[in-house]
């Protein structure tokens, strides 16, 4: 039988372990309030590029490994993620539900 080389990814795999740390947890904040995201990678090959992105669409917000959402207002409670290029591929976080109460 055939064993099957572990881990053997192919060829241009992107940055896997995408992550988004959020300060203060839970991603709910007062009005007014600011936000961290944090964006982190577990492995990856090359120059890594970030961009942020809020409800999947639209211009980046920030680039860099790093997102400060200041005075935070109603509609400002949204999707948000981070994606991630080394160049070949693009990774992309789970959405962060921000929650502005």
Known sequence: ???????????????????????PPGAQVALGDSLELNCTVAAGTGPLSFSWHRGGSGAPLGTGPRLELRQLGDN??????????????????????????
């Open 76 to 101: 400002d409670s949204d999707r948000y993620q981070c994606r991630v290029s080394d160049g070949d591929s693009v990774a992309e976080s789970v959405p962060l539900n921000v929650t502005v109460l």
């Open 1 to 23: 039988s055939l064993s099957p080389c572990v881990p053997c990814p192919p060829a241009g795999v992107p940055p896997p372990g995408v992550s988004l740390w959020v300060q």
